[in-house]
């Protein structure tokens, strides 16, 4: 505490020969100490106490954007987390993992470039069913230590549902129904305009996690999208500096790169830490409905790290439309009529529009 007379004065705790190199500090000291002997006379002028002095310089701040969650909202996607799976294989030296989720029964959802890379390349897909069988696994249990061997499901060597332009495949859990997780196709809820979503999966091979994010609204995409391109390209990146090491680089990107996302109406778009192995995580709005799989996101290297500009993933709605025109047998018998009363799914004709560029890295281990 400051003596009487010490009161209103500021206070140096800086060693006298550093304080040296910085003269500017003293300047500044100086104007410090005027503001708050003027404040300080004026308070003692009106009969203030002492303490009114400094609560002119409190500022009570509030956040701009509110990402508070509602503890029964956190309930119920912990609940529906148990439906997450995590998806590994082995193939001849490929390596890698993902996530997946369970849509009814023994059917679980993931991307169709997660299946491209469990095969491998160079196989065509009519030969996808085998190998999947025989070289991936799907737990649900991995959320803190690495599961044990019985706590892994099988993968039937079937593959018949799927859709490169909307980066979606079916495939089909063997063993025991009994110890399947309960299915997320009935919680399916169309896209969010704005607000809070939750992604529930395995980053980087992980345990399971969730990351709350702000979904980035259509008419703010293209904004989103250069404003994290002109960050990245501060006297950092250029076709100079950036050696073969560095191809991601975020000079690779141009004006048109988004096109395919920032206009495609069946993507929801975020900001997400959630990279590799998180592709075909379930999507979730802030009311715990089933609204996209986390597809992918278009990464750059800046300082040797790694960094996104966005990410995004495909709608729930339009995954099942998809379904529903293309696959219409297996949709009728294996899942529910989800949206009876309308007499079709919601999305059924919209135009499928492909969000694959060049510029677009899956978040997949490779």
Same mark, same amino acid.
């Given at each position: ?28 000291? *100086? ?19 002492? !303490? ?6 409190? %500022? =009570? ?5 509110? =990402? ?15 439906? #997450?799976?995590?998806?590994?294989? *082995?193939?001849?030296?490929?390596? #890698? +993992?993902?996530? /997946? $989720? ?18 491998? %390349? #160079?196989? %065509?897909?009519? #030969?996808?069913? !085998? ?8 737990? $649900? ?20 549902? +799927? ?10 859990? %063997? ?12 919680? !399916? ?35 989103? /999208?250069? /404003? ?20 991601? /680089? ?13 206009? =495609? ?9 959630? $990279? ?38 495909? !709608?729930?709605?339009?995954?099942? *439309? ?10 009728? $018998? ?20 492909? *969000? ?11």
């Amino acid at each position: 505490m400051a003596s009487e007379e010490g009161q209103g004065k500021t206070y140096h705790y800086f060693k006298r020969a550093i304080l040296a190199l910085y003269s500017d500090l003293k300047k500044q000291s *100086a104007v410090i100490d005027e503001l708050f002997a003027k404040a300080f006379a004026e308070a003692l002028k009106q009969g203030k106490l002492n !303490s009114a002095v400094f609560k002119l310089y409190r %500022e =009570n701040f509030g956040k701009e954007t509110k =990402n508070s969650t509602l503890i029964k909202v956190h309930k119920r996607l912990g609940v529906l987390s148990d439906s #997450g799976g995590f998806i590994e294989w *082995a193939n001849n030296g490929n390596d #890698g +993992s993902a996530t /997946c $989720f369970v849509l009814r029964d023994k059917y679980v959802l993931t991307c169709h470039h997660v299946v491209g890379h469990i095969v491998g %390349e #160079g196989v %065509e897909e009519k #030969g996808w069913a !085998s190998i999947i069988s025989h070289s991936a696994r799907v737990t $649900f249990s991995y959320e803190d230590k690495y599961p044990k061997e019985n706590s892994w499901f099988s993968l039937a060597p079937w593959f018949e549902i +799927s859709d490169k332009h909307l980066d979606f495949a079916v495939l089909k859990l %063997e063993g025991d129904r009994s110890l399947f997780p309960a299915g997320l196709v009935q919680f !399916s809820y169309p896209l969010p305009f704005n607000g809070l979503i939750y992604i529930i999966g395995h980053p980087d091979g992980q345990a399971k996690s969730a990351d709350g994010c702000t979904v980035v609204p259509v008419f703010k995409r293209k904004r989103e /999208c250069h /404003c994290h391109i002109q960050r990245g390209q501060k006297g950092v990146c250029n076709n100079v500096k950036c050696g073969p090491e560095d191809r991601q /680089c975020i000079h690779m990107f141009t004006q048109r790169s988004f096109q395919h996302v920032i206009n =495609n109406p069946n993507v929801v778009t975020y900001d997400t830490s959630f $990279f590799f192995g998180s592709s075909g995580s379930p999507v979730f709005n802030a009311d715990g409905q089933l609204v996209a799989m986390h597809t992918a996101g278009y990464k750059y290297k800046k300082n040797k790290q790694l960094h996104s500009i966005v990410e995004f993933g495909f !709608s729930m709605v339009a995954i099942l *439309a998809a379904i529903k025109k293309n696959y219409k047998a297996w949709y009728e $018998f294996e899942l529910p009529s989800l949206w009876e009363d309308a007499g079709s799914c919601p999305g059924e004709h919209e135009d499928f529009t492909s *969000a694959y560029t060049n510029d677009i890295e899956m978040e997949t281990l490779e």
